[in-house]
Structures are given as C-alpha cells and as structure tokens.
C-alpha cells in the first residue's frame, strides 16, 4: 500500500468515525427544480408478463413489501442493523453478503413497471410503491449492511432512473395524489441521500476498479437526470471519473485491465448508459470516450465465438447493471446490438443478432428501424492478436464451424491487489463450432467458503503448470494478490502453415523454476501442439501438474495410455496425445483435494472432468502436448 494510499484510508476511517455520530442529520428533502424530461423508450412487449420470484444465484426471491432486506436468503442468516461500515461482511459470520446485495439491487423493480405499462394495473404501481417504501424504512441512513459498499448505492440510483423512465411518472403525478406524495416524500429523498452518500465515498487507490467506474456513472445519471441542489456537481464529477477511468481502466485496444471477462459486460454497460444519458441531456462525452467505447465493443466482438458465447477468464460474480424480466439474451450481444446502432455497424450486428428489449429502451421504435437497415454482414472467424495484452484468438472456421483457440500471456490483474484476476499465466481454452471443450472452470465464490474461492482462481484450476502445488502469484486474501508474476510474450511467428505463440511467466522464480510455453497451430492438419520447457536452477526435485479442465458436457474417454478422446455427442472429437513422462489420469468432482469442478454461475457449481497430469522430477525438462481436431463427429 503505497503512502498516498495510507492518507486516504485514514481520512475515509476518520469521515466514518464522524458519520457514525452525525448520520441522522443527512436527510435531505428531495427538492427538484424541475421534473426530468424522458430520454429513454417504452419497449412493445407481446408476452405476457409474470413476476412472483426473482432468482438470487439460482435461489428464489419472493417479491412483496415484506422482503427482509438484511437476510441471506441462502443461509437462512440476517445481518445485524449496526452502524453500516463496523459490519464484518467478509467471514460469513451473518452470512454471504453478496446474496443479501443482490437482493438490494432492487433490479427487479424494472420488471414490475413494465407490467404496470403492458397492463396499467395499479396494482403494480402499488407494489412499487411499497417496496421501495419498505426498503428505506429497513435501511436507515448507515444502518445494516446496505449502505456499506458504493457500488451497490450507484447500482440502486441507475436502476431507480430506469424505472422513473419505464413508469414515465410525470405523466402520473398529476392523476394519482398518492404516488405523489409517495415520490415526494419517499423516493426523491431516497434518491438524492443516494447521491450524497456516492459522492462521498468515492473508491480511491488500490479499489479504483470497476466500483469506481459505477461511481462515476450513477453520480453522472443521477446529476445529469433530476435537479436536485448538488445535481452539477455531481454530473461534472462523475464525467470526469469516466472521461479518465474508460481510457486508465483499458488498453487502447479496448482490453479491460481488471483480467476478468464476464466482467467487461458489466462495466461496459455504465459507460454505454452515461453516454447516452449524456448526448439526450446535453452533457456530451469527448471523442476519446466515444472512440475507447468503440474499441470495447470491436474486443467482445473479437472475444465473442461463432454461437456468440464469451469464454470465462478471471471473475465472475453474475453482475449486471440491468434486469429486464422479458428477455433471455446474453448481454455481450445486447451491448454488439447498441453499438452496432451507434456505430453503424454490420459486424457487430452480425453477431449481435437481434433487436433485443434493452436496446428497444435505449433506442426506440427508430432505432429498431435503424437497426433493420443495416446491412447483412456474414461473419467468418479470424485470428485476432493482441500481442501487448497478452491476449490471443487464433481462429480458423467459416459461417457454421470455428476451432477458436484462446491464449492467456496477460497480466495478473488491474492494480495493487488484482482483484478480479486468476493465477492462470500461459493457460488456454478451447473452443469447438460454438461449444466449450476446454475450459476456464469459473468463480464460484468471493468471501465465503475460503476453500473454495482459493481453488477456483488459483493456478491448479486453469490449463497451465502448477510447481509445488503453488499458485503463479501468492494469495492474500478472497479478492487480493500479492507477489505479482510478470508474463510476457517472447515470440509470434506466422506463416501459410501455422502460427505459433511464445510466452513465459515469473511466477515460479521464487522456486528457482522459470516456465515457457508455446502453442502452434497448423492449420492444416487442425492440430495444436503445446511445447511447455521448465528450466529449474536447483538442485531440488520439483512436483509439477499439467491439468486440463473440460466442461461439463464434454464426454471423455482414454484410448490408450496417454491418449485421450474428448466430444460432444454429435460433434467433432478432439484427440488428445500427452507426453509420455507424465502420469495421468481422470477426476471428476474431488474435494479431497479440490480438483475437478465448473461454476457457470455465481454461488453454483457442479462436478467436471478433469484430465490430470503430474511430473516429478529434478532439473530441466520439455513436454509436449498436442490436440487433433476431428472433422468426424463423436456418436452419443
């Protein structure tokens, strides 16, 4: 922790310490100049629309004013009402905080006004009313555990403009004396102590992440949107923080530094929602914001394969900025679908695919036209090399088949602490015409079930070597590394036959063991061969792991000694050929030790075959692995 960073810790306990005593007196009244004009759409939603439970990581929510907004609904435990930032949140003493913070997104209050707009049901209205009315009564100002995190506030002001938007209040204030009275007095207070508190606490250092950016987004819609008597203020700072962090927080590529994919849907949406609140409110964006979103977009088209599914790498934790209860698809495509209409695109619609429900609201019965517009683009797969981030898709296929080959030569992760990131240096997946074989197997978890959250992003659960059964990097904690690796490419070497890939990593210096690794791909023959060369500088003997995570579906069979055979039923076969010196082996769902699992979901997870590899041995060595790609396919 650098000095700098020690000061603003300091000053934050101090302002805590004085907010513990003060926090009764930050109420404000919720005062506007003038109501907000609408810069969003209504959607035309043909289905009919339900809403009794709302999924919390696979758990359901029952949806009513009596929600316990502190429970763990997982655990069955409930977070003390305590001054909100002496609340231990990270043991699971009361429970998983991030269940209790989902729940307190309050996401699901956007499904409920659009089943007040499809039906004009007051009822609906009533719910809305009383759900938010239950909420700030159970949440005094810094009291329980839901003022304690400053996204989880930011998240809370978008999704509230958003309903303010798709229940279009304006038009009902006049007509209905209790709603007004209700936003009066309830929600605008609401709103604008949501304000005060981002605004306050503002993420610096070490947590200038991802938190940061929702920051500064939810300070710039809330300025930008309602009139309230800080409003400027808010707006210019919270533009600010995203002029500065969409350029500091991503490569000029477009790469976001924090190392974790799913993630880039996340935070893409912030920067996607800021600046068309900002062009509809005349508080434009600069070109170089414009131009960095636009290289985000032409990365998840990049990152995005044949089926327009996103390989993991690094976190995961099921984030997203909105939830729309009429609408099954994946948001990296719903975000190709937005700029493909900003940017007039036909590749991103061409992987963007449809005119989906979110975008109908961004944009509107026009935008859908202009969407229909654009011309047909048939996408092919291609090579895409990003040789300074150390990310790398080598791709070869057509319109219906992709062998889509991922390399990871990247940094650990985005500053000090590294968050987000996995100990998974010189690891790869792969996936076959739109399926995953070889795979990142996920997160699972942050702060509760240590195990856990150790195995899932530490370096025996990637396709990479494992020495001594120690991580690339040295683990400090559920969301922090220490002792950082260096990876670097060395070379990329492409020619008419095959492309090859060099890099190497620092993370087992410490042992006296340096690993290289490279990747080739004929392109010819479909094969992909990995050459891994240990250069061990001791005397000692060393014990190394080389596992191979496949997914879940994926069936496996060992055709022989070390050969394996891996497939989908009713697709092409991978052959597997590993080098001679290693004991191998098959594990499914170990927990003694942790080995052989996949999370495809927050807080979920499920037994996975695991083709297990080890070594032991003194001195320097090479093995070879490589993979045949069958144009057969695999019977059931």
């Not at 810094?142 to 995190?149: A, I, K, P, Q």
């Not at 496949?550 to 069979?557: D, E, G, N, T, Y």
């Not at 996975?608 to 695999?634: P, Q």
Request: hydrophobic fraction near 35%; charge should be neutral.
């Amino acid at each position: 922790m650098s000095f700098a960073e020690m000061v603003y810790r300091a000053k934050t306990a101090i302002k805590k310490s004085l907010d513990k005593r003060r926090k009764d007196s930050l109420s404000p009244a919720g005062k506007l100049g003038a109501l907000p004009q609408p810069i969003l759409h209504l959607p035309k939603i043909e289905q009919e629309l339900t809403l009794s439970e709302y999924s919390i990581f696979g758990h359901p929510l029952k949806i009513d004013a009596n929600i316990n907004w502190h429970l763990d609904i997982m655990n069955n435990k409930e977070f003390p009402k305590l001054f909100s930032f002496s609340i231990d949140t990270r043991t699971g003493k009361y429970g998983n905080v991030k269940v209790v913070w989902e729940i307190n997104r309050l996401q699901f209050l956007s499904a409920i006004c659009l089943q007040y707009q499809k039906s004009k049901d007051t009822r609906h209205l009533d719910q809305f009313m009383e759900i938010i009315t239950s909420w700030k009564e159970a949440n005094p100002y810094l009291e329980g555990v839901n003022w304690y995190s400053n996204i989880e506030v930011n998240i809370r002001i978008i999704n509230w403009f958003l309903c303010w938007e798709l229940l279009e209040v304006n038009k009902i204030l006049p007509h209905n004396e209790r709603f007004r009275r209700f936003v009066e007095q309830v929600w605008l207070p609401l709103i604008e102590l949501h304000g005060i508190h981002a605004s306050r606490y503002e993420s610096q250092h070490s947590s200038a992440n991802n938190h940061l950016i929702a920051e500064g987004c939810g300070l710039f819609v809330l300025g930008s949107y309602w009139s309230f008597k800080e409003a400027p203020k808010w707006r210019a700072k919270g533009k600010a923080i995203l002029e500065r962090e969409i350029e500091k927080q991503h490569s000029s590529n477009g790469i976001n530094k924090e190392e974790a994919s799913e993630y880039i849907q996340f935070i893409t949406d912030f920067f996607l929602i800021a600046y068309l609140v900002g062009s509809r409110t005349g508080a434009k964006f600069t070109k170089s914001y414009v131009d960095s979103l636009k290289t985000i977009f032409e990365y998840i088209y990049q990152l995005m394969d044949i089926s327009g599914k996103v390989p993991y790498y690094g976190d995961d934790d099921d984030g997203k900025l909105f939830w729309l209860n009429t609408d099954t698809s994946n948001n990296f495509q719903s975000l190709l679908c937005s700029g493909a209409l900003l940017f007039n695109s036909d590749k991103f619609k061409a992987k963007a695919k449809r005119f989906d429900v979110k975008n109908q609201i961004f944009f509107g019965a026009k935008g859908q036209h202009s969407f229909t517009e654009i011309p047909f683009y048939q996408p092919i797969p291609e090579t895409k090399i990003y040789e300074k981030e150390g990310h790398f898709f080598i791709k070869k296929g057509d319109s219906k088949s992709e062998i889509y080959l991922h390399v990871d030569i990247a940094p650990l992760g985005y500053l000090s602490i590294a968050a987000h990131g996995h100990a998974d240096a010189l690891s790869f997946f792969l996936n076959i015409d739109g399926s995953p074989y070889i795979v990142d197997p996920g997160t699972y978890t942050y702060h509760t079930y240590p195990n856990w959250r150790d195995y899932f992003k530490g370096t025996i659960a990637h396709n990479t070597i494992r020495v001594d059964r120690k991580n690339q990097a040295t683990n400090g904690g559920p969301c922090l590394w220490v002792d950082h690796y260096t990876a670097k490419p060395l070379s990329i070497v492409e020619d008419e036959v095959a492309m090859k890939i060099t890099g190497s990593h620092s993370g087992y210096e410490k042992l006296g063991v340096s690993h290289t690794r490279s990747y080739t791909f004929n392109k010819a023959e479909d094969c992909i061969t990995i050459i891994d060369e240990i250069t061990a500088e001791d005397d000692q003997v060393h014990f190394y792991e080389l596992p191979l995570h496949l997914h879940p579906h994926i069936k496996v069979a060992k055709s022989a000694q070390h050969t394996y055979e891996i497939y989908y039923p009713g697709k092409r076969m991978v052959h597997i050929a590993l080098d001679e010196k290693l004991s191998s082996s098959i594990i499914t769902g170990s927990e003694q030790p942790l080995l052989g699992w996949y999370s495809d979901s927050f807080l979920q997870k499920q037994p996975t075959s695991v083709i297990y590899n080890t070594f032991e041995i003194k001195g320097s060595f090479k093995l070879k692995t490589e993979m045949f790609v069958r144009s057969n396919t695999a019977k059931v």
